[in-house]
């Protein structure tokens, strides 16, 4: 169990942070509109949310780094193969362990350089503008997403190793439908 969640932490986090992100916009947006409303308007405009359009940008910056990390592990991470898919043999082998290993190395650089900005944030008394948090809450994603996504970069280039494939998404493939064939759909006189 605790091994499928670590597998997956990517998409545990963006889960949870998007419900969450979601359920803060609809509270302020109902609560915009109770703002409005005659009898109801005295107790709404008592109650502030300002925070809730900061907390939610901050969410957004967070899933975005996991997103990252969450793209890299499942091979629909942005990247140029134009010139990898000419080549063929050791030389798409060797071109394909390059970028990756780049992408690993750069990651972990910026994962690196973000620690050292958070420990320095946390050692003043920087807080956000509406929620009053410290800044280097905030900013904790940058080393956090960035090492994730490095260690994600490494676990290709080992699955690489091993089998000579890249994570692939297929961007026909819709996880819990059942491929349908149209003979089938034609005998069941769904399709006319």
Not at 28 to 55: M, N, T
Not at 97 to 112: D, E, K, S, Y
Request: proline content about 2%; glycine content about 8%.
């Amino acid at each position: 169990m605790i091994n499928r969640f670590l597998n997956h932490i990517e998409e545990w986090i963006i889960a949870f942070l998007m419900g969450t992100a979601t359920l803060v916009i609809f509270f302020a947006v109902v609560h915009r509109f109770l703002s409005g409303v005659p009898f109801i308007q005295d107790y709404a405009v008592q109650l502030h949310v300002s925070w809730a359009q900061e907390l939610c940008i901050f969410m957004f910056v967070w899933m975005a780094k996991f997103g990252a990390a969450y793209g890299v592990r499942t091979g629909i991470h942005v990247g140029v193969d134009v010139i990898i898919r000419k080549l063929t043999g050791k030389n798409k082998s060797a071109l394909i362990l390059f970028g990756l290993l780049a992408g690993a190395l750069f990651t972990g650089i910026v994962g690196t350089l973000g620690t050292r900005f958070v420990w320095e944030m946390s050692h003043t008394d920087q807080v956000s503008a509406d929620l009053e948090v410290p800044m280097w809450i905030v900013y904790l994603c940058v080393p956090l997403g960035s090492y994730l996504m490095s260690y994600r970069f490494l676990q290709v280039v080992v699955s690489f190793l091993k089998t000579g494939e890249l994570p692939h998404h297929d961007h026909g493939f819709v996880e819990g439908i059942e491929d349908v064939n149209a003979d089938d759909l034609v005998a069941s006189g769904a399709r006319k």
